[in-house]
């Protein structure tokens, strides 16, 4: 408490004051002098003014108090010499006040008596004994009385808000013995009032004596922790009562609970806030069980009743909402636990609670929370005992739980979304009130209105679960859940698919719900959906086939129609009705047909439909054979008539003269009127072996002509140069058709018969079995070719295709990219045409031939004039496969063949022209890629002509590969460099099913990968009369004029296994499966591991477990790369990328290294895989940049262009060394001067230096690369030096620190001073940029060199003055490039200066701030350029105001003139 301040009574007599306390009195042992005693202090009393003996009431008090204990004090001090001792006198008054108070009766006026004696000095000591020798007398009064009538509780009661304490020793100790005996209604009393009794005169004793009664008493926990609470205790006192409180979390009653942790966090400061949220989170246990609560009805306006645990949760967000230390202390420790174990549910409801509570830490409570999430280490069952345990808590604060899920669902991450559906599926299961599920469907709805595809899809996806669940529940919500139809607009198709799916299961409930009313969400669906079909925009047309393929879908099901034989009737008429309807409004778009097509397949490929649907489907097919087949006799067509002046040939017939059909390609393509058929014909196929599929048991023996059949295409001498040239423009563009239309012909039958061999499931015979793969593997070659040839087709006369497959774009409001490159490139062509047509008119002409005359324009000249990169530039310019080959280049019909040769066939083709518009093809399907592993091939048998022809055919499928991986790897989850092509025609699959389909493919794709390197390594070369006799075996005409590359193709092989392998390490499904990735990484181990190349590491793991397979596949591929070194640079850089992402996803997968480990590197043996790892990657890395690239005998004819690929395998060298600034020092400082810019191929530095990769045609990557590294050296230790300031750094590693800031500025004066032997304008703009933003960083090392010059004065000054020697040269380079204008360099000048500048106003407040100012002054320097010379003009240097700073420092080297004065610092 807190007294009053007032005159300090006169101290009591030393004889009381220091006696001991007396003993209880024994109540039958009286004075006889007692009589004399009262009657002697009623006298005193009257003295003083009082009347002790009122016969009308209650003794009278005079009116002036202070008058009254002024004078009794007095009495009391001192004593005449005719009176007694003071110390008779107080016993004397002490005894009589000792019997009054035994046989007056308490009233407030003896209150009032009482108080006022106890605040008369000399006396309160013995007043207080005697009452508190009293109290004992008192202890069997009933709990629960008044307080008149509670003697025990008056007496507390006259102890309370005292103005002084005469002797606060003596009484507490009294009062503590008093306390130990006291019944426990009326111990809680006097401890709770302690603060109020003692006030500021707090001793250990009283401490240790509620310790000690704590330990025998835990129901007196709450009054002690209230007296802790409220009494002035010092730290020492302070930390004692804390740890009393720590001890009892786990023994105290769970009604006590909340008063502890509140005065827990409470008392928290600074110094023990990590102690007390470390012992809450390890001691508060949450059972997770629902409780009902102590009271169900609640009181507008009154406090929440919850039980137990949660009124332990409203103490806990109460007590962190106004401490913002306990957050901060939470959120660190929580950022520190990095495994599932540790969490628990009392960390969830940390986070959830200072989520609560508002906004100044809520962004940082979700980014941890979605971190935790995302890295695995907050489990869904976490949050279940959360929910589910304290229900009541969670209703109260429900917006908060919703806010957190829409949090979570919004991000980009899947774990983080799939966590926010589990919380809103929670939180719908969990509370089944109107009101609850109203706010979270009202959430959900929100959710589909974002812009977020990921959100949207996640929030449809749980939307379905929840309706196969809870239909019945949802139906009264139906008018919430139609807020979705709202966004229709903006869905993908597959979300458009999830929407009609959670529409169709609500439709089917409510028809199987006895309530009337619940059908208008049915009758509802219908009138949508046909509006949408009746639309004439595609766009509404697709919304609306998908929405009545997805009813036909839930009310067709044959496996779940209602009982009722009437209902049954009643959906099949409208479905048919439905269907009937769809169709006709689809006559009039081929799009929207193939989408009905597409649609429907996928239904028929997942359920069996009634049989009244299947028999109306039946009939729609039945049109396929008169309306896209042709009669055959004897293999010859009965109508050889020409179409559009065009004559026919049957291609690629499998089955001879045998085949009673053919596909009427040419008659279709040629009619104007029909020619639109043939664009749903592919998907008019695909529904038609859907459909046999299903009725014939998996079967399609059916329809197996098909995939033999011949194709009526133009005949094949219009692709030879005379027939080409005689051609129209449309008869041009009916050939291009033609083939396009065949082309996905082939890959509809391939996507429909690979299934026979996939599956195999029985429904085919051995013998068939052998028939379809052989014809398979014909059509596969067939479509190569045909592919091949429409390149070339649409090189020579570029044309848009039209779309077969209208799901290749997203949504409705974004293009696929390769449809925007086809119209920009259409339109270049357009726009080069014309401005080629002006040009001609006014460019002098120097008597062309009259075969330039006839010569037609080629794609490659139309790209040239439109300034496009053309497959050439590509060539050099990308790690490509084109790369491979650089005699491939497309030309005119003139320039590839002549008079009646027919147009070359180059395969591979790598000709960019086709790939623009191969979006609009049909996609092969996952069961395609089964085709992969047909091969059986051993190694005795790999020079087998069969297999080598068969190489272009696994070519494409693993080219096919690539792109579905690419098209499924995250947007987060991108490869160290940019490699492959961009994705192309996906198709619409999942990631679950491509999973399932490349299962199997590992051994395969680890074959073609040895085949084809084995090839290589042999060099052997196929003969083209091999090629072109295979190419003929399948049907294709004039295969003269095909030409292979072998070498191209197996160098093509291998780096596509390569990239197929990469992205599938990055694939969701093999985090979540580690079954998957051990048997990837099985597939890839080498038939010996060298284990004497691990000798670090011991022990050397087993075989068989995860460490070994990975060291197995590093082996494997480090294997590849030393072969890959002696023929092609491409190859053995695609291996190194490989190499670095086994290594990053064996320190994912197994564990992480840190840079302490890696520096030990060259100090001891390494312990751990990891490392390991990292050590031979980066001797791989610098196997590369030290190998000798030039060899005229193979692919390797220098660097050139290949700059960027150095790069990333100096970055990974670097990145991979022991030390990586000691590596910088050296090549920035010793191998970097050596390197010559002269304009060679590298032919004249190989004797220069160790590093053949180090030309000049590589020069500027390796400068930038030096570069960045030293810069992100430089930041680290900026962070380093910056979290240990607020430390206490000791000086050995200050030293340390201060010696690797002197590497970075060694490589950074070396860098820059390169600039004077080097005049490449790109050189000087980089060192300018990279010196502004070096001298930036080093900014902000100003504060730890300014704490630590004192200690080591001597590297401080060498650091500022070596650092001067760069600032020099970057103020000369700004100066030379303003002067000559060079505009590349001037925009990177202004940001430079100003961090020159700052560098100087730092040091010269560094070297004043140290008394050093001696050291430093300001000048100009003279205008000298990069050599040295003095500059006589002046004129673009006077207007620069740069003062500069100079150190003269006995020792230092100054690379200019002793009278300079730096013009920069």
């Given at each position: ?41 009623t006298a005193i009393l009257a003295e003083a003014g009082c009347t002790l003996n009122n016969p009308y009431g209650p003794p009278c008090l005079p009116s002036d108090l202070h008058a009254f204990r002024r004078h009794l004090t007095t009495r009391f001090s001192s004593c005449s010499a005719e009176r007694d001792s003071v110390s008779d006198l107080r016993s004397v008054f002490v005894a009589g006040f000792s019997s009054v108070l035994s046989t007056c009766s308490s009233t407030k006026r ?532 020409s179409y559009s002046g065009l004559e026919g040939d049957l291609w690629m017939n499998l089955d001879g003269s045998i085949s009673p059909i053919c596909l009427n390609i040419l008659a279709l393509a040629s009619s104007s009127s029909e020619s639109c058929c043939l664009q749903i014909l592919p998907s008019n196929f695909l529904l038609l072996s859907s459909v046999e599929r299903l009725t014939n048991g998996g079967s399609l023996a059916g329809i197996d002509a098909l995939l033999g059949c ?151 000249d139309a790209f040239k004039k439109a300034g496009v990169v053309t497959s050439q530039t590509q060539l050099h310019e990308n790690p490509s496969p084109s790369s491979l080959d650089g005699r491939i280049a497309s030309g005119s019909m003139h320039e590839t063949c002549s008079g009646d040769e027919s147009l070359s066939v180059k395969i591979p083709q790598l000709s960019p022209a086709l790939a623009a518009q191969r979006f609009k093809f049909r996609p092969l399907l996952p069961q395609c ?537």
């Open positions: 408490m807190v007294f009053l301040s007032r005159k300090k009574p006169p101290p009591p007599p030393p004889s009381s004051s220091s006696a001991p306390p007396p003993k209880f009195p024994q109540p039958q042992k009286k004075s006889t002098d007692e009589p004399d005693a009262v009657e002697k202090m003896d209150d009032s008596l009482v108080r006022n004696l106890l605040l008369v000095s000399p006396i309160q000591l013995d007043l207080q004994e005697t009452l508190l020798e009293k109290l004992p007398e008192y202890f069997d009064v009933v709990s629960g009385c008044s307080l008149e009538e509670d003697v025990a509780r008056l007496i507390i009661n006259h102890f309370r808000w005292l103005d002084f304490i005469a002797n606060p020793d003596v009484f507490t100790d009294k009062l503590m013995e008093v306390l130990s005996i006291s019944p426990p209604h009326l111990k809680k009393e006097i401890i709770g009032s302690l603060p109020e009794i003692i006030g500021d005169h707090i001793s250990r004793a009283v401490v240790d004596s509620l310790e000690k009664m704590l330990q025998e008493d835990s129901s007196v926990v709450v009054p002690v922790l209230d007296s802790f609470s409220n009494l002035n205790l010092d730290d020492q006192l302070q930390e004692q009562a804390l740890t009393v409180a720590i001890s009892c979390i786990r023994t105290i009653d769970a009604e006590h609970m909340p008063y502890l942790l509140r005065f827990l966090l409470l008392a928290a400061t600074q110094a023990n806030v990590r102690r007390i949220i470390s012992q809450i989170r390890q001691q508060l246990k949450f059972t997770g069980i629902s409780q009902p609560c102590a009271s169900q009805n609640k009181l507008k306006g009154k406090a929440p009743a919850y039980n137990s645990e949660g009124s332990i949760l409203h103490a806990l967000r109460s007590s962190l909402r106004f401490k913002n230390i306990l957050c901060q202390e939470i959120i660190k420790d929580l950022n520190g636990l990095e495994k599932p174990r540790d969490f628990k549910v009392i960390d969830i409801w940390l986070l959830i609670l200072m989520y609560m509570n508002g906004d100044p830490i809520r962004k940082s409570i979700e980014k941890i929370f979605k971190k935790k999430v995302v890295d695995g280490c907050i489990q869904e069952a976490l949050l279940d005992q959360c929910i589910c345990g304290n229900k009541e808590f969670v209703k109260d604060n429900f917006g908060s739980f919703i806010s957190l899920a829409e949090h979570l669902l919004s991000s980009k991450e899947e774990k983080a979304r799939e966590f926010g559906s589990h919380i809103y599926t929670r939180l719908f299961e969990g509370f089944a009130d109107n009101y609850s599920r109203q706010e979270i469907l009202g959430a959900l709805v929100t959710h589909v209105g974002s812009d977020n595809k990921f959100e949207v899809s996640s929030v449809l996806e749980m939307m379905t679960v929840l309706v196969k669940k809870y239909a019945q529940q949802l139906l009264p919500f139906s008018s919430h859940i139609n807020g979705i139809l709202d966004y229709l607009e903006g869905f993908t198709v597959e979300n458009l698919h999830k929407v009609y799916e959670v529409f169709s299961l609500l439709a089917l409930s409510a028809r199987a719900s006895p309530d009337s009313f619940r059908s208008s969400v049915s009758n509802e669906l219908m009138m949508i959906v046909r509006k949408q079909i009746s639309h004439p925009e595609l766009k509404y047309q697709k919304m609306g086939l998908v929405g009545t393929l997805r009813i036909v879908s839930s009310l067709g099901d044959a496996t779940s129609v209602p009982d009722c034989s009437s209902s049954q009737v009643s959906d099949c008429g409208e479905i048919l009705e439905l269907l009937k309807t769809s169709v006709d409004s689809c006559r009039q778009s081929n799009l929207a047909l193939i989408i009905f097509y597409d649609e429907f397949a996928a239904i028929l490929n997942q359920k069996l439909l009634q049989p009244e649907i299947m028999e109306w489907i039946g009939k729609h097919l039945g049109e396929f054979e008169s309306l896209f087949l042709a009669d055959l006799d004897n293999g010859e067509m009965a109508n050889k008539s011949p194709l009526h295409l133009p005949s094949s001498k219009y692709f030879a140069a005379a027939g080409w040239q005689s051609l129209t423009k449309k008869q041009r563009e009916i050939l291009s058709l033609s083939l396009y239309y065949a082309a996905n012909w082939i890959r509809e039958l391939l996507n429909a018969f690979s299934s026979q061999i996939d599956k195999r499931d029985g429904c085919i015979s051995q013998a068939t079995e052998k028939d379809v793969t052989t014809k398979l593997l014909m059509r596969l070659r067939n479509l190569i070719f045909l592919e091949s040839l429409l390149n070339n087709l649409i090189t020579l006369s570029p044309q848009s295709l039209p779309e077969l497959h209208p799901y290749s774009a997203t949504s409705q409001h974004t293009e696929h990219p390769e449809r925007k490159n086809e119209k920009r490139k259409l339109q270049d062509d357009d726009a080069s045409q014309r401005k080629g047509n002006m040009k001609n008119k006014f460019k002098k002409s120097k008597q062309p031939s009259v075969d330039e005359h006839l010569r037609q324009p080629t794609i490659l890629l089964s085709i992969l592993k047909f091969p059986k091939v051993q190694s005795q048998n790999i020079r087998n002509p069969e297999y080598k022809t068969e190489l272009p055919l696994y070519l494409y499928l693993l080219q096919d590969l690539h792109t579905k991986l690419d098209s499924l790897v995250p947007p987060g989850k991108l490869l160290p460099f940019k490699r492959g092509s961009p994705p192309g025609n996906l198709g619409r699959f999942k990631l679950v099913e491509l999973v399932s389909q490349i299962k199997g493919l590992f051994p395969s794709l680890r074959m073609h990968l040895n085949t084809a390197m084995s090839l290589l390594i042999k060099g052997e070369e196929t003969s083209q009369t091999i090629w072109r006799d295979e190419f003929a075996k399948a049907g294709n005409p004039n295969t003269s004029n095909i030409v292979v590359s072998d070498s191209l193709i197996y160098t093509m092989v291998c780096k596509e296994v390569l990239l197929c392998f990469s992205k599938m390490l990055t694939l969701p499904g093999f985090e979540t499966d580690k079954s998957l990735l051990l048997d990837l990484l099985e597939a890839f181990q080498p038939t010996d591991i060298p284990v004497d190349s691990f000798a670090d590491l011991q022990p050397f793991p087993s075989p068989g477990t995860k460490d070994y397979l990975f060291i197995g596949v590093y082996c494997f591929y480090e294997d590849i790369l030393n072969n890959a070194c002696s023929f092609s640079f491409d190859l053995a850089f695609e291996c190194l990328l490989t190499l670095q992402l086994v290594v990053t996803s064996a320190q994912k997968y197994i564990g992480k290294v840190s840079e302490e480990v890696i520096k030990k590197r060259c100090v001891g043996p390494i312990q751990g895989l990891v490392p390991s790892l990292h050590a031979k990657l980066g001797t791989s890395a610098e196997k590369l940049l030290r190998h000798e690239w030039i060899d005229e005998t193979t692919d390797n004819k220098g660097l050139k262009n290949k700059g960027e690929m150095v790069q990333n395998i100096l970055r990974i060298y670097l990145e991979t060394s022991g030390s990586t600034s000691d590596l910088l020092d050296e090549l920035a400082c010793t191998i970097l001067p050596q390197a010559s810019l002269s304009k060679s191929t590298g032919e004249d530095d190989a004797h220069d230096h160790e590093f053949p990769t180090l030309c000049s045609a590589t020069f500027r990557g390796w400068y930038k690369t030096l570069h960045e590294e030293n810069l992100a050296i430089l930041n680290k230790l900026v962070k380093v030096v910056s979290s240990e300031k607020r430390q206490n750094c000791q000086s050995e590693a200050t030293e340390a620190h201060l010696r690797d800031i002197q590497k970075t500025v060694n490589v950074i004066v070396s860098l820059v001073n390169l600039c004077r032997s080097h005049d490449k304008v790109t050189i000087h703009g980089m060192a300018i940029k990279y010196g502004g933003k070096y001298v930036d960083s080093f900014l902000k090392v100003f504060d730890f060199l300014e704490a630590h010059i004192q200690d080591h004065n001597e590297l401080v000054i060498q650091l500022v003055k070596d650092l001067q020697k760069a600032t020099r040269t970057l103020q000369t380079l700004c100066s030379e490039a303003k002067g000559m204008k060079q505009t590349a360099i001037t925009s990177k000048i202004p940001a430079t200066k100003r961090s020159l500048e700052r560098f100087l106003f730092h040091v010269k407040a560094l070297l004043h701030t140290t008394s050093r100012g001696s050291n430093f002054w300001m000048g100009s320097l003279k205008h000298k350029d990069l050599r040295g010379q003095i500059v006589s003009s002046q004129a673009y240097v006077d207007n620069e105001t740069d003062e500069v700073e100079e150190e003269t420092m006995s020792g230092g080297e100054d690379p200019m003139e002793a009278d300079e004065l730096p013009l920069s610092p």
